[in-house]
């Protein structure tokens, strides 16, 4: 089973990923109590930046850049998410009653997960949620789940 470890503030974000993991029928082992120096998860999930080490290792980190980021090592495959548009995951289109929004990758992440966008309608809560769904529906086209799936869920 692959192993994610998420940095967060808000226990509601640990919810709304083990939510949508399950959705999207990921088997994914999330930590976030205590991340172990010695190990290198598969997933990264930096949605805060209180108490954290200097150095991440990850195959995959995944940085929310709406929030301030300290000087930190980052080894393995750097993906941002967040409002901006800059980041490598954002969201555009966001219908103001909060009832759909536009996935979109504006860079390679991988061979298979090339730019391009999803359009979702799924209501949200607030960006929390929001986030949730950058960081899960982006690790589900890494684990190669299906673009149909994501749509349908």
């Known amino acids: 089973m692959k192993k994610a470890f998420v940095i967060h503030n808000n226990e509601e974000f640990i919810g709304f990923l083990n939510k949508n993991f399950n959705l999207l029928d990921i088997n994914l082992s999330i930590e976030y109590k205590e991340m172990s120096q010695n190990f290198t998860y598969d997933y990264i999930i930096v ?74 309608t799924k209501s949200f809560k607030d960006n ?16 190669g789940v299906n673009i149909e799936k994501i749509y349908k869920k």
């Open 47 to 120: 949605n805060n930046m209180s108490e954290i080490a200097e150095e991440l290792k990850g195959n995959y980190i995944l940085v929310n850049m709406d929030m301030e980021i300290d000087n930190i090592l980052f080894r393995g495959n750097l993906i941002t998410y967040g409002l901006g548009n800059k980041n490598t995951v954002t969201l555009s289109s966001m219908a103001e009653d909060k009832g759909s929004f536009v996935y979109c990758v504006q860079r390679y992440i991988t061979e298979d997960v090339v730019p391009g966008e999803i359009p979702i």
């Open 128 to 143: 929390y949620e929001l986030y949730a769904f950058m960081v899960s529906i982006t690790v589900g086209l890494i684990e």
